[in-house]
């Protein structure tokens, strides 16, 4: 028995058959619902199990729902629901989002190093700022260039230049130790270490002496408050 044709309904032979869209079609009834336009299997498009050309093939559209009182109560109820979700699993969660480092000795030797650059860093940073808080002032500076020549002064070596430190200091000689280290910021001035003895030492003003060390042979101003006397 020869089966139906989808669009007019009267029996379709082998010979002109067409199975599509679980349909049975004659070849001249295959065409677009809109335009009749024939179609084949390649150009046609079904919607609904019709065929369609693609220029009238249905565009599905969207439902536009109003924002009606009752909707917009629900929207904002579904916002609450989620937000009070949302916190429930914030506090399940929290504490869990870390992970633990492991305290390898790997870790703890790079922890060691961290720290020894963070204090080298420190005190370097340091020393800068007690050498600038510490250092006179250029007037004071200035009048001790222009104070009046003393022979005593000029009869040991200049400023910068090494004293030979074998040689006792005369009996009127002070002399200071170093309680502080201390790098010398200009040329005219000598670096100190922690112990070092200071002799022949003059006083210039309040916070700066001239004096000659012992371990390096070098002369020069040093800061007051870096040194005591012995």
Not at 79 to 100: C, H, I, P, T
Not at 192 to 213: A, K, P, R, S, T
Request: aromatic share 10%.
């Amino acid at each position: 028995m020869n089966p139906p044709c989808g669009r007019c309904n009267k029996p379709v032979y082998p010979t002109e058959k067409i199975n599509c869209l679980d349909k049975y079609w004659h070849k001249g009834c295959f065409s677009c619902e809109v335009c009749k336009m024939a179609l084949s299997m390649t150009t046609y498009k079904g919607f609904e199990k019709k065929p369609y050309c693609s220029m009238h093939y249905p565009k599905t559209s969207f439902t536009i729902v109003a924002d009606t009182p009752e909707n917009l109560r629900l929207k904002q109820q579904s916002m609450l629901n989620s937000q009070a979700l949302y916190k429930e699993d914030f506090e399940k969660n929290k504490g869990k989002g870390f992970s633990v480092v492991v305290d390898t000795p790997e870790m703890q030797r790079l922890k060691k190093t961290q720290d020894q650059i963070s204090n080298i860093k420190y005190h370097e940073d340091f020393e800068k700022s007690r050498i600038r808080s510490d250092a006179p002032p250029p007037e004071n500076r200035q009048d001790y260039e222009e104070q009046p020549s003393n022979p005593e002064r000029f009869s040991q070596p200049p400023v910068g230049q090494t004293c030979p430190a074998a040689v006792a200091p005369p009996s009127g000689g002070k002399r200071y130790q170093a309680v502080y280290s201390y790098t010398a910021a200009d040329a005219d001035e000598v670096s100190l270490q922690e112990g070092d003895l200071i002799l022949n030492v003059e006083q210039i003003d309040e916070g700066w002496m001239f004096g000659c060390n012992q371990r390096t042979g070098q002369r020069g101003m040093l800061p007051a408050n870096y040194v005591r006397p012995v």
